[in-house]
C-alpha cells in the first residue's frame, strides 16, 4: 500500500508541474503582450485643443469589457497634457443606453490615462472621449464595439479551461486508483482465509 500510494503521488505532482509548466509561458506572453503596448498603435481623435490616442489594452467584447489607455498631448506642440480630466462616454443607440468612466493617469506616467470599462448589453457601442485641461475643452468619438448577444470563449479561456479539467481528471485517477488497489487487496485477503497466528498439534498442544 505504501509503495503504491508513494508512486501515486509521485505522478499526481508530476502531472502538476507539467501544469505549472504550460500555464508559465501562458502567463509570460499575456505579461509580454502587455509591456509591448505603447503609443504607436491606437487610434488618433482631436478632442478640441487635445491630440489624444485611445489605445485597447485588453478586451473581451463577449463580456462587455475594455481595458483602454488614452495618450494625450498638446494638439499644437505635441507637449505632453498631464492635468486633464477624461471622461469617456458609452452609448449604445439601439437600447438608448449610456454609461460614464473616467480615466486617470500617474506621476510615473503623467502623458498616460487608463481606464475599465464593463459595458453592460449587448449591441453596438460608440465610445467618445471627453477631455479639459488648462488648455480648454473638447470631445470626440473614438471607437465603435460591437458586443456579440453570443458569449464566446477567448483563446486563453479555453486554454485554461483545458489546463484546469485535465489536472481534475489527474486528481479522479488517483482516488479511483487507489480505491482500486484497495479493493483488490481487500479481496486477496478474502480469498486467503483467515490466518491462526499460532499453529496447533492435532492433540491440541502448540508446534515447537
Known amino acids: 500500500m505504501g509503495i503504491i500510494s508513494i508512486k501515486h503521488k509521485i505522478v499526481f505532482v508530476g502531472a502538476l508541474f507539467a501544469a505549472l509548466l504550460l500555464l508559465a509561458p501562458i502567463s509570460a506572453a499575456f505579461a509580454q503582450d502587455d509591456e509591448r503596448l505603447g503609443e504607436n498603435r491606437g487610434v488618433d481623435v482631436i478632442a478640441g485643443p487635445h491630440a489624444v490616442r485611445v489605445v485597447i489594452i485588453n478586451s473581451n467584447p463577449a463580456a462587455g469589457f475594455i481595458q483602454m489607455a488614452m495618450f494625450i498631448t498638446d494638439a499644437s506642440t505635441g507637449e505632453t497634457v498631464s492635468d486633464a480630466r477624461v471622461i469617456l462616454l458609452a452609448n449604445n443607440n439601439g437600447e438608448d443606453f449610456e454609461s460614464v468612466w473616467t480615466a486617470h493617469n500617474s506621476p510615473n506616467s503623467p502623458r498616460r490615462y487608463d481606464t475599465r470599462m464593463n459595458l453592460g448589453s449587448t449591441g453596438d457601442w460608440?465610445?467618445?472621449?471627453?477631455?479639459?485641461?488648462?488648455?480648454?475643452?473638447?470631445?470626440?468619438?473614438?471607437?465603435?464595439?460591437?458586443?456579440?448577444?453570443?458569449?464566446r470563449y477567448t483563446n486563453g479561456s479555453l486554454v485554461f479551461f483545458a489546463i484546469f479539467a485535465a489536472m481534475m481528471l489527474g486528481v479522479a485517477y488517483l482516488f479511483w486508483s487507489v480505491k482500486r488497489d484497495n479493493r483488490r487487496r481487500a479481496a486477496a485477503l478474502l480469498a486467503a482465509g483467515p490466518i491462526d497466528p499460532i499453529a496447533r498439534e492435532p492433540d491440541g498442544e502448540p508446534q515447537s
Not at 460608440?126 to 458569449?151: F, K, Q, T, W, Y
Open 126 to 151: 460608440i465610445i467618445s472621449v471627453d477631455v479639459s485641461s488648462s488648455l480648454g475643452r473638447g470631445g470626440a468619438e473614438a471607437l465603435h464595439i460591437l458586443v456579440p448577444s453570443l458569449n
